[in-house]
């Protein structure tokens, strides 16, 4: 059977409301928890550096599967980061500059729910587009993926509360007069390379709590209906059993993130459905 996209507007107009329909339920279930919602701890396994290369050839394959349908969807995320530049510049919040776009990926996970739907769908044998990523919002756990979503949302908005600060105690408060006083000062002060540094490490820690709350729980919670408890818990414990392979991974999404930025982040409509596939194939690896 050929599959078409359809009428947007129409479409767009059941999506909303079944959106809308969905989300009602969501923050009911959020309030009381579902009677079927399963509080067993799943399994656990031990991953090593060969299960992540298989998880990103499969992600390669589930981005070739649905390259132009993931095209469309993902061309979203470059849109956002030059938006975040735009407010950047804009509002002379020029020294927010880095964190906002390395804190982009903080929420990344977040952002990539519905790819992957659309590896799950695929991986059981069913029919799956781009259309078919927003069936996340029919999920019994849309509840706690909003939740865990906005927990990652406030650990955003506290690093840059906190990268103001840093900046403040080191280059501020004033603004820069422009880009290039901003990377002279930046580049070749002791003011510019304390805050590089404390930035850094501030960062790093930032980076690896989303790391050991999210790296399966969003994924599982697409899954299997459990609870945001079991989610997270489960995903610290992926984390605490292969800290060596779940931080190699981390390090393998940051360089990806990265190289994905460097081209005015055009780079990131190839890397975000890559690594968004790719990490419903590492939780399956991880997790029986």
Known sequence: MVKTIGNPLSWGAQTVGAAANHLGS???KVRRPDATEITEMPVVNTIGT???RIALRKGFDDFGAFRSDVLVICFLYPVVGMLLIWFAFDRALLPLLFPLMSGFALI??????GLYEMSRRREAGQDASWADAFGVLKSPSLGPIIMLGLYLLAILLV???????????TLGPEPPASIGVFLTEVLTTVAGWAMILLGFGVGF???LAVLAISVVSFPLLIDRQVGLAVAVVTSTRVLSQNPRTICIWGM????????GSIPLLLGLIVI?????????HLYRRAVS
Do not use: K, Q, S
Request: hydrophobic fraction near 70%.
């Open 26 to 28: 969501a923050i009911g």
């Open 108 to 113: 990344g996970p977040v952002a990539a729910v």
């Open 50 to 52: 060969e299960d992540l």
């Open 272 to 280: 975000m459905p890559v690594l968004g596939h790719a990490t419903w």
């Open 252 to 259: 393998m999404v940051a360089a990806g993130l990265l190289i």
């Open 159 to 169: 690093w840059l509360f906190l990268a103001n600060l840093i900046y403040a105690a």
């Open 205 to 207: 820690i930032f980076a």
